[in-house]
């Protein structure tokens, strides 16, 4: 028994220590526009720049548990739906030596979340605006982004941005924000009437300066019914 703890003590003894990190890639929606949750970096060498919000995973952690608290401890944010998304392990990726990060992005209202911990400048910028981060962070960023465009697709994610009713003007400029595109208004409404997702209240928008447009409800009903068949929306 001795000789197998000794045994199981030098192998152990023979792992590389490669740190293990999380960062989480938070991305807003508000006024129309596609924000991303960033602080300050407090390293030295990336003095002034943008970085993610991240952290080591501690010894008891896995990595989910990790990634909440890591928002939690950074935002004061709970109850936030995370994703991982990919694990990032260029060996030059940190100047401090080689770091192993796996990244989480989430997508919510920003008018549904306070921050309740501003250090290191904590605040939403423009996803179209951030062009250098810290770290290989912007790369990091720029996968997230391309993830959510395909998410968005493929998943009734912008209903969750959008209140109970809306209107389909609204629900277009969500997929323009996101989508950082301009879409042909007939041809977007088209498709979702044709997906049969969408129910007509019979009620119009008020207190706008446009013409009203008709408000809608998400039928989330139907689409559990439908979205083993669903195949996304092909912009």
């Known amino acids: 028994m001795k000789e197998n703890n000794k045994d199981a003590k030098q192998l152990v003894a023979s792992y590389p220590t490669v740190p293990l990190t999380v960062d989480c890639v938070i991305f807003g929606f508000d006024d129309n526009t596609l924000k991303v949750l960033l602080i300050k970096s407090d390293l030295d060498q990336f003095h002034g720049k943008l970085s993610l919000l991240g952290d080591n995973i501690l010894s008891n952690e896995d990595l989910d548990t990790a990634a909440n608290r890591v928002l939690l401890m950074r935002t004061g944010m ?5 994703e991982q998304v990919q694990t990032f392990s260029k060996p030059d990726r940190h100047p401090g030596g080689r770091v192993v990060t796996t990244v989480y992005a989430s997508l919510l209202n920003i008018k549904h979340h306070s921050l309740d911990i501003l250090d290191n400048e904590l605040k939403w910028h423009k996803v179209t605006d951030i062009h250098t ?4 962070h912007k790369e990091i960023l720029d996968t997230c982004y391309l993830w959510l465009q395909k998410r968005i697709q493929e998943h009734p ?3 969750n941005l959008l209140p109970e009713k809306f209107s389909l003007r609204a629900l277009q400029n969500v997929y323009e924000a996101i989508l950082d595109t301009k879409l042909d208004r007939r041809n977007f409404r088209k498709k979702f009437a044709s997906m049969g997702f969408l129910k007509d209240t019979n009620e119009f928008e008020s207190q706008v300066t446009h013409r009203p447009g008709k408000l809608f409800l998400f039928d989330f009903a139907e689409y559990e019914k439908r979205k083993k068949n669903f195949t996304g929306i092909d912009f």
């Open 78 to 82: 709970k109850d936030v739906y995370l």
């Open 133 to 136: 981060m810290a770290f290989d």
């Open 157 to 159: 994610l912008a209903f």
